[in-house]
């Protein structure tokens, strides 16, 4: 781009593209019905705890996964012994799917994305060492959420860990898989029973579980702004919350269990903003709409992941500063777990070097950079609270057209969130291609490519090896056993009772997750996606 066309470059706008103010004063003060308050207070805009990173930093959980259950293990354990707080449990697709590593559908995929986990035996590989009752573990899985809790469960309990005792995250946000992500099975309905099951199963005998990760993370990677992400995020809140209401639930018995989990991009004064934002929407709504009066229920709780399409492949080392932009905004909004993305992960999974470094990341953050010395350092600000108000509007405007088409499942069903994304991803990419907005390494500050960086390699033949392990169990087990529990499984599916008993005697009897999915399927069939070709 040629030094005349440098003002095209427009620097007044966030990175969502909202107009921003050339300098921000007293107008801008925060609204009196809309006061600061105190931390732990109350619309809990300034935070969830008193003292926050004070008494007690976020969880370093850097997400992990990859081959086999013993190779990630073999991960976990270095991460712990490097100063990591917490796991993150990556699964492989065909894991996530539902599908066993001997189905012809997960050829090639087996180990690519995550890790592979046909069986009980899988999961207690993959924790071997590791004391569940002195780790929290948090589990990216949706669909097949309930199968790899009641595994998880399970190999605590081998271990003598008492069930109220573990403490972790399933994931178990399948509303966000048919906007953004697509590791669905089962139709929704379906779906949102199984959610609920576990939102009953936990408040009645795993208290410390957060048993869904509300996930706007996956929104906004496939391109939606910062005033999306918060307001489809609360839209699928609000249905999941309507479902657990629905099925008998007590607000205040279910709801302090619920987590979100967010994305941070590099704008860190937006980002901020959009967390402060969040967190007084959540409180609001479950006080006036819900009738929550349990604080913890009011409480928007949050895990973070730096963007990972915000990395590039280009100069890959300039990922290191776009992490360290990001975690800054999760760590100034107030974040209580993070992981941080690692320079490679534009190329491939990241090594235990890169790996490392990225957690390095984190503990620069807490240990030297300061901004832990004081609860919402930002808060006050002339530009944050205008941006915080921003958003707040933002989500509003949207919540009374997805409430105009009759909720989250309904704007769903019509592709209502997808259509938003799409066009958002659209704007973003068009303005870097016109070099509206600038990406360092890509559109702009351009290097010749340098030798290519060491990458994780996954081994050829690991997955020759998982099919085999899976035949072993399938060999070693006990079939009457099996096959009693699935027949259970299914008559329990075609009722109305809580999935969640029947799923743990499938589990302890060895069955895998394909064959406890299988089932499922087989009561419930399976999502086909609306085409709409107009």
């Not at 990175?15 to 308050?37: K, N, Q, R």
């Not at 809990?44 to 990630?72: C, D, H, I, K, N």
Request: glycine fraction near 8%; proline fraction near 5%; charge should be negative.
């Amino acid at each position: 781009m040629s030094p005349a066309d440098k003002s095209r470059i427009d620097l007044g706008v966030t990175g969502s593209g909202e107009p921003v103010a050339v300098c921000y004063g007293p107008e801008h003060a925060p609204d009196p019905a809309t006061a600061l308050g105190q931390p732990a207070g109350f619309p809990f805009t300034r935070g969830v705890q008193p003292e926050m990173y004070r008494s007690r930093l976020w969880t370093m959980r850097q997400y992990a996964g990859f081959g086999s259950a013993s190779e990630t293990n073999a991960r976990f354990r270095y991460l712990l012994a490097q100063g990591q707080s917490g796991l993150s449990t990556a699964f492989d697709l065909p894991t996530q799917m539902g599908l066993d590593s001997d189905d012809p559908m997960a050829a090639g995929e087996i180990g690519r994305t995550g890790v592979a986990i046909d069986t009980l035996a899988d999961m207690e590989a993959l924790f071997a060492g590791i004391d569940l009752g002195a780790v929290s573990t948090s589990m990216t899985i949706n669909a097949p959420a309930a199968v790899l809790l009641a595994m998880y469960r399970v190999v605590g309990e081998r271990q003598g860990v008492d069930p109220a005792r573990l403490s972790g995250t399933t994931q178990n946000d399948i509303l966000k898989e048919y906007i953004a992500r697509n590791t669905y099975i089962f139709p929704p309905a379906p779906s949102m029973r199984l959610v609920t099951d576990i939102f009953a199963h936990c408040a009645a005998e795993m208290p410390r579980w957060n048993t869904i990760s509300i996930s706007g993370y996956h929104m906004r990677e496939a391109g939606c702004t910062a005033i999306q992400e918060v307001a489809f995020t609360l839209a699928n809140a609000r249905a999941y919350v309507e479902a657990a209401l629905a099925r008998g639930l007590d607000v205040d018995a279910f709801a302090p269990q619920l987590s979100f989990f967010f994305c941070a991009w590099t704008d860190v004064l937006e980002e901020v903003a959009k967390f402060r934002a969040a967190r007084r929407i959540w409180a609001r709504m479950m006080q006036e709409r819900f009738g929550a009066r349990n604080p913890k229920s009011l409480q928007l709780r949050f895990h973070t992941q730096t963007a990972g399409s915000s990395l590039t492949a280009q100069q890959p080392e300039n990922n290191i500063v776009r992490t360290t932009l990001s975690a800054l905004a999760a760590v100034l909004g107030g974040t209580q777990s993070l992981h941080t993305n690692a320079q490679d992960e534009a190329l491939a999974l990241p090594t235990e070097a890169t790996a490392r470094t990225a957690l390095r990341v984190q503990q620069l953050l807490a240990y030297e950079s300061g901004a832990t010395a004081s609860v919402d350092p930002l808060g006050g600000s002339y530009y944050v609270e205008a941006l915080t108000d921003r958003i707040e509007e933002g989500v509003r405007d949207y919540f009374l057209r997805i409430d105009a088409m009759g909720g989250a499942l309904a704007a769903i069903d019509a592709g209502f969130f997808q259509a938003e994304i799409h066009e958002a991803a659209y704007r973003f990419q068009k303005a870097v291609e016109g070099e509206q907005r600038v990406i360092v390494g890509v559109n702009r500050f351009t290097v010749e490519d340098g030798p290519a960086p060491d990458l994780q390699r996954i081994d050829p033949e690991a997955e020759r090896r998982q099919v085999a392990r899976l035949e072993a169990v399938r060999a070693s087990r006990e079939a009457s056993a099996v096959a009693a529990a699935l027949a259970s499984l299914e008559q329990a599916a075609r009722g109305d009772a809580n999935l969640m008993p029947p799923i743990l005697d499938a589990v302890r009897s060895m069955a895998s997750v394909g064959e406890i999915c299988g089932v499922l399927k087989g009561v419930f069939g399976k999502h086909r996606p609306r085409v709409n070709l107009t």
